[in-house]
């Protein structure tokens, strides 16, 4: 039901977001000569607003065509590397670099948003480096065909991309998959498996949410496991792929981050509007792209956000040595050969200062020259792998320990 009256809401509102984005198509046609013949700019701006205010399903484009490899600009590609049900490997593909790169995997967030959400993480990240990409799928798009999605299938995705990259390749994982890509490596470790990667970049990652509490925490340990399966899991209406599959809708997701900085969203939409109105152009381009990413949602399968919020919010498995994948319980101290590096933003809100950290006590076989910890200071938890600071001061930390590792 809490589906279906979400889908009620948006049906309804479809029509004038259709009007809205037709008035603004006539505009973009009608400039430079629409402020002449009348068009007002309120009326522009509220249509813009009104528009970006809606949420999709749409995953957007990443817009990474080139990017700057020593002093030469080099062309980009995006290739499917592998095809799965839940979700893809893509491969940021460079034909003009004559130097072979070490090869990265980077493990976006299954957490209601697009792997696009890490464009500047990849577009960063390909100047010295071989990128490929987990992209997630929407859960309501995946026929019942397909079967389940929970965690340790998720760990088994990273163990299947890994290999597909092969030996002597690196991992970079950003906030809640840490848990997993530690999963991922420890298993390959105990495995002895010759994919293991030679690094591995946690960064702001949930691995022991015992360790300063955040708000998200606490709101994952408001409830029983129970209440959360009987308030948040719905089943995909019948006009979708995934017709009958349970999942925790990304609108969900969407609405529980957006309350928790209520009024710094609605503050940016009002600032949006204005800068519409006194001709600010770049200013305006530079929220409405923000929101374009923040507003595209997918929906998780139910039994991963379950998973997720039982073992990884309400228990700390992994934490604790309790995980266990396929049967085995999961042992960090098989890491050894593995180089670990921790990333954490001194003023993130969403994953506290030491959760991530925190995996250097559980790989307790790892020698001290394959450890290292690096805390940002003034950023929060975006700001750790997106912005300036993660260009310039965060970045330098990932590219050495890859470069002292290949």
Not at 64 to 84: C, T
Not at 254 to 282: C, I, P, W
Request: aromatic share 8%; charged share 25%.
């Amino acid at each position: 039901m809490l589906y279906q009256a979400y889908q009620t809401y948006c049906d309804m509102m479809e029509p004038s977001r259709r009007m809205a984005a037709l008035a603004l198509e006539a505009r973009d046609r009608l400039w430079p000569w629409a402020d002449v013949w009348g068009w007002p700019r309120r009326t522009h701006a509220l249509c813009t607003t009104h528009k970006l205010s809606a949420i999709t399903h749409a995953r957007p484009a990443f817009g990474i065509d080139e990017v700057r490899v020593g002093n030469a600009r080099v062309a980009v590609r995006e290739e499917i590397a592998i095809e799965r049900p839940f979700g893809n490997l893509i491969h940021f593909a460079k034909d003009e670099v004559m130097t072979p790169q070490p090869k990265m995997l980077v493990v976006a967030p299954l957490s209601g948003h697009y792997a696009t959400l890490l464009s500047h993480t990849v577009e960063v990240l390909l100047r010295d480096h071989d990128v490929y990409l987990t992209d997630w799928k929407n859960a309501r798009d995946v026929p019942l065909a397909e079967g389940r999605f929970g965690l340790e299938d998720y760990t088994d995705y990273l163990i299947h991309f890994l290999r597909e990259l092969g030996p002597r390749s690196h991992m970079l994982a950003v906030c809640q998959p840490c848990v997993s890509a530690l999963a991922a490596v420890a298993v390959m470790s105990a495995e002895r498996d010759p994919a293991t990667p030679r690094s591995l970049t946690l960064m702001s990652g949930p691995l022991d949410v015992r360790e300063a509490p955040t708000v998200v925490n606490e709101l994952a340990n408001a409830n029983t496991l129970d209440w959360f399966e009987a308030n948040l899991i719905s089943r995909v209406p019948s006009r979708y792929k995934g017709a009958g599959r349970r999942v925790y809708p990304g609108f969900l997701q969407l609405t529980a981050f957006m309350s928790m900085n209520l009024g710094r969203h609605f503050g940016q939409f009002r600032k949006l509007y204005k800068a519409l109105v006194d001709g600010r152009e770049a200013e305006a381009k530079k929220i409405a792209d923000f929101y374009d990413e923040y507003m595209a949602v997918l929906d998780l399968s139910a039994e991963f956000y379950l998973e997720t919020i039982d073992q990884v919010f309400q228990q700390a498995t992994l934490a604790r040595g309790e995980m266990m994948h396929r049967g085995r319980r999961i042992d960090c101290a098989t890491i050894r050969h593995t180089a670990l590096l921790t990333v954490e933003g001194e003023r993130d809100d969403i994953c506290g200062v030491g959760q991530t950290a925190a995996a250097h006590q559980m790989c307790s076989s790892l020698r001290p020259h394959l450890r290292r910890h690096h805390l940002q200071p003034g950023v929060g938890h975006y700001g750790v792998f997106a912005g300036s600071k993660w260009e310039k001061q965060v970045y330098p930390q990932v590219r050495n320990m890859v470069l002292a590792m290949s």
